[in-house]
C-alpha cells in the first residue's frame, strides 16, 4: 500500500462537512484547500470523528440554537455560506464576537472570499473592528487581541491566489 495524503492536522483548522461524503478544509500555513471525497458516508463519518477526536471536539456538537458546530459534526458546512452560496451575515465585530468571527473568517472557500471582503469593507466593519483593538489593548486582552491577529491575517490572505 501506498499513502495518498500525509498532512498535519492544525488546531486552527476548521474542517467542515459537505453533504456525507466530502470532509474539507484549507490549510492555514499553506492556504490550499483540500478536499477529501469518500465512496460510503461511513468512510467519512470514521475520518470525521478521528479529525474531531485530534482537535479536542464532539462529532456530535450541538450549539444553543440546536444546530450542528460547523466545524465538527455529521452534515456540517461552511458557517459562512447557504445553500447556492448565499452569504450569511457575520457578526458585529465586539469583543464576545471575536472567536465566532475568527472562526467563520478561517474557513472561507476561494470562491467565497470577494463576498466575504466586500462584507467586511462596508458598513464600517474595519472601523469597529480597530475599535475592539483599542479597547483589548487598553483592557491588556491577550487573547482578544491574538484572535484580532488572527482575523486580520486570514482577511489579509483572502487576496491570495490558492
Not at 458546512?77 to 472562526?103: F, K, Y
Not at 462584507?119 to 472601523?127: L, R, S
Amino acid at each position: 500500500t501506498k499513502e495518498l495524503l500525509i498532512t498535519k492536522i492544525f488546531e486552527e483548522e476548521v474542517f467542515q462537512r459537505q453533504g456525507d461524503t466530502i470532509v474539507t478544509w484549507t490549510n492555514p500555513d499553506t492556504r490550499e484547500d483540500i478536499a477529501l471525497s469518500f465512496q460510503e458516508a461511513g468512510g467519512a463519518q470514521e475520518v470525521w470523528e478521528l479529525l474531531c477526536q485530534v482537535q479536542g471536539r464532539s462529532p456530535n456538537d450541538v450549539t444553543e440554537e440546536g444546530d450542528h458546530d460547523p466545524s465538527c459534526g455529521p452534515g456540517a458546512g461552511g458557517p459562512l455560506l447557504h445553500d447556492d452560496s448565499e452569504l450569511l451575515r457575520l457578526p458585529a465585530p465586539e469583543m464576545q464576537n471575536l472567536p465566532q468571527l475568527q472562526e467563520m473568517l478561517s474557513s472561507v472557500p476561494p470562491h467565497s472570499r470577494d463576498k466575504v471582503i466586500d462584507t467586511v469593507m462596508t458598513g464600517g466593519f474595519m472601523a469597529r473592528l480597530y475599535q475592539v483593538f483599542r479597547d483589548s489593548e487598553d483592557l491588556e486582552a491577550t487573547d482578544n487581541l491574538h484572535r484580532l491577529f488572527r482575523i486580520l491575517r486570514s482577511l489579509l490572505m483572502m487576496n491570495e491566489p490558492s
